[in-house]
């Protein structure tokens, strides 16, 4: 009989393949875009290398770009020129998100498009709600959420994806959007979203920093997982058809929790500060970026999602796609 030789397994890249445990396809990747007011510009994003924010015709470039290499869907964040106290960009027509999602639509018309759901790039105090006389208001803050998932909707976006962590949002949106005749749009929920250090670069690039305090209270807890699966629970039953967990490294056992607690897909986002320290460490010549970024997304998908929100989408379809990566990606 002798040893256990589980190098027979490891022999080959052949072998290795054949014996895969967890697939990546690119149809379950979802990049992130940043959107911006006028048109034919760009500017670089500095913390995360090979990003854009991009006014709505080059994101509709972008996105035909990114379905061209079987990229599944994309999620958009707007960046208006103007916020106030109530965030009212988050629902115009005009603004940066719908625009994009109409070109999107016409440059790209099978691909998936995400809209994000919250007022922090809105506000110009940049909370994720109104401010009310006890800190953000919950409940004030629930129908202004309802009109910016409704208009989204009627832009064309096929999900809406709320990030705000107020309590009910899913049921109001659902509500919202069945009432104004879109019973058929998906909501992706960000229901297990904690407090992060890691989502810095993303609000340098929306500017959604806020003015003062932080969001620790309604974003969640890093030391909880039972709560993780309470918010999960709660925002199926209120109609959620997905459930997200962010950040995505550091809450692997989230993942697998909330994969084995519920029975709606499960999403992971790998957010801005992943992104930014993977390069960062590869721009010393600390870690090879294409390895890493290749085990960081397979360890999310093994750790129990089915989709990766992640800006390493186009690398990674390219790769994926069996193109050489150098002759796509600018990294
Ligand atoms: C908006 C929102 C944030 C992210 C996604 N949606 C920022 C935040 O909550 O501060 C973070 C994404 C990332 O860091 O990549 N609420």
Same mark, same amino acid.
């Given at each position: 009989?002798?040893?256990?030789?589980?190098?027979?397994?490891?022999?080959?890249?052949?072998?290795?393949?054949?014996?895969?445990?967890?697939?990546?396809?690119?149809?379950?990747?979802?990049?992130?875009?940043?959107?911006?007011?006028?048109?034919?510009?760009?500017?670089?994003?500095?913390?995360?290398?090979?990003?854009?924010?991009?006014?709505?015709?080059?994101?509709?470039?972008?996105?035909?770009?990114?379905?061209?290499?079987?990229?599944?869907?994309?999620?958009?964040?707007?960046?208006?020129?103007?916020?106030?106290?109530?965030?009212?960009?988050?629902?115009?027509?005009?603004?940066?998100?719908?625009?994009?999602?109409?070109?999107?639509?016409?440059?790209?018309?099978?691909?998936?498009?995400?809209?994000?759901?919250?007022?922090?790039?809105?506000?110009?105090?940049?909370?994720?709600?109104?401010?009310?006389?006890?800190?953000?208001?919950?409940?004030?803050?629930?129908?202004?959420?309802? $009109?910016? @998932?409704?208009?989204?909707? *009627?832009? /064309? =976006? %096929? +999900?809406?994806?709320?990030?705000?962590? #107020?309590?009910?949002?899913?049921?109001?949106?659902?509500?919202?959007?069945?009432?104004?005749?879109?019973?058929?749009?998906?909501?992706?929920?960000?229901?297990?979203?904690?407090?992060?250090?890691?989502?810095?670069?993303?609000?340098?690039?929306?500017?959604?920093?806020?003015?003062?305090?932080?969001?620790?209270?309604?974003?969640?807890?890093?030391?909880?997982?039972?709560?993780?699966? $309470?918010? @999960?629970?709660?925002?199926? *039953?209120? /109609? =959620? %058809? +997905?459930?997200?967990?962010?950040?995505? #490294?550091?809450?692997?056992?989230?993942?697998?929790?909330?994969?084995?607690?519920?029975?709606?897909?499960?999403?992971?986002?790998?957010?801005?500060?992943?992104?930014?320290?993977?390069?960062?460490?590869?721009?010393?010549?600390?870690?090879?970026?294409?390895?890493?970024?290749?085990?960081?997304?397979?360890?999310?998908?093994?750790?129990?999602?089915?989709?990766?929100?992640?800006?390493?989408?186009?690398?990674?379809?390219?790769?994926?796609? /069996?193109?050489?990566?150098?002759?796509?990606?600018?990294?």
């Amino acid at each position: 009989m002798g040893i256990h030789r589980g190098r027979r397994l490891r022999r080959t890249a052949g072998i290795r393949a054949m014996v895969a445990e967890t697939q990546l396809s690119a149809a379950q990747l979802v990049a992130p875009l940043f959107v911006i007011e006028g048109s034919s510009t760009r500017t670089p994003i500095e913390s995360m290398p090979g990003h854009y924010r991009l006014t709505p015709d080059l994101a509709a470039r972008e996105a035909a770009d990114l379905a061209a290499l079987g990229v599944g869907a994309v999620i958009l964040f707007g960046i208006p020129n103007d916020k106030d106290s109530q965030g009212t960009g988050a629902w115009d027509e005009q603004g940066p998100v719908p625009r994009a999602i109409r070109q999107i639509k016409t440059a790209a018309p099978n691909l998936v498009v995400w809209a994000d759901v919250c007022l922090c790039e809105y506000t110009d105090h940049g909370h994720c709600g109104v401010i009310g006389h006890h800190g953000v208001d919950n409940d004030a803050t629930l129908p202004l959420l309802g $009109r910016a @998932a409704v208009c989204y909707a *009627r832009a /064309g =976006a %096929d +999900v809406i994806a709320p990030s705000d962590m #107020m309590d009910g949002r899913v049921a109001e949106i659902r509500a919202a959007l069945d009432e104004a005749g879109y019973p058929d749009r998906t909501i992706v929920s960000y229901a297990v979203k904690y407090a992060s250090a890691f989502y810095g670069p993303f609000r340098e690039a929306a500017g959604s920093t806020p003015k003062s305090g932080d969001r620790r209270g309604y974003q969640m807890d890093a030391p909880n997982v039972r709560e993780a699966i $309470r918010e @999960a629970k709660a925002d199926v *039953r209120e /109609g =959620a %058809d +997905v459930v997200m967990v962010k950040p995505g #490294m550091p809450y692997l056992d989230v993942v697998r929790a909330v994969r084995e607690a519920v029975d709606v897909p499960v999403a992971v986002y790998q957010v801005s500060g992943e992104y930014a320290m993977l390069h960062a460490a590869a721009d010393r010549g600390w870690i090879d970026l294409r390895a890493a970024m290749w085990e960081t997304s397979i360890a999310l998908r093994r750790a129990g999602a089915s989709i990766l929100i992640t800006y390493f989408a186009r690398e990674l379809a390219t790769r994926l796609s /069996g193109q050489p990566l150098q002759d796509v990606v600018k990294v």
